[in-house]
């Protein structure tokens, strides 16, 4: 558990970065301080490992009072990951894992075991150990940044804006990896991100930081969106947040169409009919295409693509979304496997979402 | 006039004495040597530590301004003024190896601090986070990432250093320069010649010398060969050089 008790921080010009901060990061929870650029909240990470000393205020790791540790010894008992990574050039990937176990004296022999162990706990092939940083990609780079915070197996890990600089596709992945990574590790995570999608995705609770260091809100994700406390946080957290929340309601049983099918190569037995499902040899949906504008047998060609794709009891949000980015206003459920279960309309969707809203209210635990 | 230069470079006359080619290679060498050693220790530590601390940067330029003084007049001058209270052959030595030394320090040192000061900032900052006292962090990752301009400030100052280093002759000590400035005052122009020619020599073979210790020294991860990716069929683990 990190506690921030009172915590200032001025700078010799009379700035004042932080001011009189007081919050908890629960013990194997991702706590994320998120908030505009000049809030304070990288200011806040790094008075953690001390990086920066806070002018008052105490900041507590399980009871202790890191003003009384030895800074260098400290931060070798906590994993820290930057924003681009900040690798030794001149170390290969291995080694760079290795850093910290071998300033806390490990010998080589262990040393390279547990860092291959890490590096592939982080997703990469070993292939890549001999490698050096220039060598690997952004998103590569992150991972090993990563993975070397996590080396010596620190229970706490301050990670800030660790993936702001990949672009988007590999940011999505490298967050749904994190947080499968988290699921099995349960460290104790201080983030920092100016995106609130990204907190609110990672976050088992996050806190709202305002220009001048001032905590505006501290709570669940979900709450934070049904709830935000004054117009900044709710100016924050975004215009379409309602729809964001259904991100946290589980969708609900609901009734299935069937979905006539087709597969590449076949013609529709109706020609006349509206839009048509194709789906692969193993009913894994491929696209949609409308009988009317074919000229022979489906082609690959011929497919529409612009439909999601919600996995069978995944969020309200991906079931709403598939139903209203469907061409033909249906939208395709499929299991687990990727195979096609029915499909689902709209209005179906925003029903269940009312029925749940409603549920809720009843059981007095909205949230 | 080649062969004629061609000929005194192959004479066994040319070979052989305290005149002869290996012997004034030597002394060369020697105070070469000595020279860099010596600008070494005054500039590296220096420069380190400037780029480290990012105090003293104006020592930088005014170190580099030196460049301007000419070192032959420069020789004279401290000959001058020193040798009244010198003995022997240290009446000479000392004023050619402080004027030397004038010369090899600022490309040393700005290569020592240019190559710290070109450090990445998130690595230092990382070297640090991680757990790095301010020794570790120098000796872990600000050196060894700032070898290749640390070298190359090395390597210039020696090339600078051995052609210089015939100045020597004009206050009467040995090493090349002898064949320039006696070949000179006898108008034996194939001597003369024969020394140019050896002193360019000596100073291509130092300066490959030079090459090849920075090949070895420096991270492949730092170099044009360590990000080819083609190299990465074969994980090359740890040396010692860069584990510890």
Request: net charge neutral; with cysteine.
């Amino acid at each position: 558990m990190i506690r921030f008790d009172g915590v200032t921080k001025t700078y010799a010009d009379g700035t004042t970065a932080v001011d009189d901060l007081s919050l908890t990061a629960p013990t194997g929870k991702i706590t994320v301080l998120v908030g505009p650029s000049g809030c304070g909240k990288t200011t806040t990470l790094r008075m953690v490992n001390r990086m920066i000393e806070p002018t008052a205020g105490t900041i507590l790791i399980d009871g202790q009072d890191t003003a009384a540790m030895e800074p260098a010894a400290m931060r070798r008992g906590m994993g820290y990951v930057i924003q681009h990574a900040g690798l030794f050039p001149h170390r290969t990937v291995l080694d760079n894992i290795g850093t910290v176990p071998r300033l806390l004296g490990w010998d080589r022999r262990r040393t390279r075991e547990r860092s291959l162990d890490v590096l592939e706990r982080v997703g990469l092939s070993p292939d890549l150990a001999g490698r050096y940083p220039a060598q690997l990609s952004g998103g590569q780079q992150q991972r090993v940044g990563v993975a070397r915070a996590l080396a010596a197996d620190p229970p706490v890990m301050l990670m800030d804006e660790p993936f702001s600089a990949v672009d988007p596709v590999v940011r999505e992945q490298l967050q749904d990896e994190f947080l499968r990574l988290q699921a099995e590790l349960g460290k104790t995570i201080l983030f920092v991100t100016h995106d609130i999608d990204e907190a609110i995705k990672l976050g088992d609770q996050v806190a709202v930081m305002r220009v001048g260091g001032h905590l505006a809100q501290m709570a669940p994700p979900a709450r934070l969106l049904a709830r935000p406390v004054d117009d900044f946080v709710a100016d924050f957290v975004g215009r379409d947040r309602g729809y964001r929340a259904l991100g946290f309601r589980p969708t609900p049983k609901l009734p299935l169409r069937a979905e006539p099918t087709l597969v590449v190569g076949e013609s529709p037995s109706d020609m006349s009919g509206q839009w048509c499902l194709v789906v692969d040899d193993r009913r894994r949906p491929l696209g949609w295409v409308r009988p009317g504008d074919l000229r022979g047998p489906v082609t690959v060609a011929d497919l529409n693509r612009g439909g999601t794709v919600a996995v069978q009891g995944g969020s309200l949000r991906a079931t709403l979304d598939a139903a209203l980015s469907s061409p033909s206003g249906r939208g395709v459920i499929v299991d687990p496997t990727g195979a096609l279960v029915g499909t689902v309309l709209a209005p179906e969707v925003v029903a269940l979402v009312e029925e749940d809203r409603v549920t809720q209210a009843e059981a007095g635990s909205s949230p | 006039m080649i062969g004629a230069i061609w000929t005194w470079l192959t004479s066994t006359s040319s070979w052989s004495g305290d005149d002869g080619i290996p012997h004034r290679l030597l002394q060369h060498a020697g105070y070469s040597a000595l020279v860099l050693v010596v600008a070494a220790a005054i500039a590296v530590p220096l420069g380190v530590w400037i780029g480290h601390s990012g105090h003293g940067r104006s020592l930088v330029t005014v170190a580099n301004s030196l460049r301007a003084v000419p070192t032959l007049g420069l020789l004279f001058a401290l000959t001058l003024v020193l040798q009244p209270h010198l003995q022997g052959n240290t009446a000479f030595l000392l004023p050619c190896v402080i004027a030397l030394v004038l010369l090899a320090v600022p490309p040393i040192l700005s290569g020592a601090y240019a190559g710290v000061e070109a450090v990445d900032p998130a690595a230092r900052d990382a070297a640090k986070g991680v757990g790095m006292r301010p020794r570790e962090v120098l000796r872990h990752v600000e050196l060894p990432c700032a070898l290749p301009l640390l070298m190359s400030g090395l390597r210039s100052a020696a090339l600078q250093v051995i052609a210089t280093a015939t100045i020597a002759a004009y206050v009467g000590l040995g090493g090349l320069g002898r064949y320039l400035v006696d070949g000179i005052a006898t108008n034996d122009y194939p001597r003369t010649g024969g020394g140019a020619v050896l002193v360019a020599l000596f100073a291509l073979v130092a300066d490959i010398v030079g090459a090849l210790v920075q090949a070895r020294v420096v991270s492949p991860g730092l170099t044009g060969k360590g990000r080819r990716l083609a190299r990465v069929d074969h994980p090359t683990v740890p040396s010692g050089a860069t584990a510890s």
